[in-house]
């Protein structure tokens, strides 16, 4: 086998993709009537926060000392992870959202997804892969209480135009992604 089949499969990726689709699939059937249009836009944050949660699960592998004894730098190949998972998260939700006329931008989906991927990223920093998936969780929870009026907290929820949204959301990918391809994820 090659090392990025081994990688691929000691971070759970095939069936990290599976419940990625599946959760996608899961948009497109409950936020389309019968005409196609999408019903509620709050649904296509959750199935993004639902991706970058299922995702987080690869942020740790099964021997903590491996990854920090081999003999391989393990930054890039980190950061390469955060990114691909991000990029696969939007790309499956915007692959099913293209089967219907959902109204979702493709600026929104990939804003959501970075930044929610990176939040996964900081909480496999913070208490590991098990329980990385606490941070997105937390805050789409938060997002969904949040009056619109604050803007940096229901980021997920605003309009791809929206400055502070598109900032948070940056800043959450970035900081997830330098901090796990530095750090790694928590024993």
């Known amino acids: 086998m090659t090392p990025l089949v081994l990688y691929a499969r000691s971070r759970h990726v095939p069936a990290c993709a ?3 689709l599946a959760g996608a699939g899961l948009l497109w059937a409950f936020t389309h009537d019968a ?8 649904t ?13 699960v690869g942020f740790g592998g099964r021997d903590h000392a491996l990854d920090r004894t081999a003999a391989i730098r393990w930054w890039p190949r980190r950061a390469a992870h955060v990114l691909v998972a991000a990029g696969a998260v939007a790309a499956a939700v915007t692959a099913v959202q293209a089967l219907g006329d959902s109204g979702v931008a493709l600026a929104l989906t990939a804003r959501n997804a970075l930044g ?3 939040l996964a990223a900081v909480g496999a920093v913070l208490a590991g892969a098990p329980y990385a998936w606490t ?3 937390g805050w789409l929870a938060l997002a969904f209480v949040a009056p619109p009026s604050m803007t940096v907290t229901a980021w997920m929820l605003m309009p ?4 502070s949204s598109t900032w948070t959301a940056l800043v959450l ?5 330098v901090s796990y391809a530095l750090a790694g994820p928590r024993r």
């Open 160 to 163: 791809p135009g929206t400055p």
């Open 116 to 118: 929610l991927t990176g």
């Open 35 to 42: 005409g196609g249009r999408a019903a509620d836009p709050r």
């Open 18 to 20: 599976l419940a990625v």
């Open 173 to 177: 990918g970035t900081a997830g992604t």
């Open 135 to 137: 941070l997105p969780f």
């Open 44 to 56: 296509g944050a959750f199935v993004l926060a639902l991706g970058a949660m299922v995702v987080s």
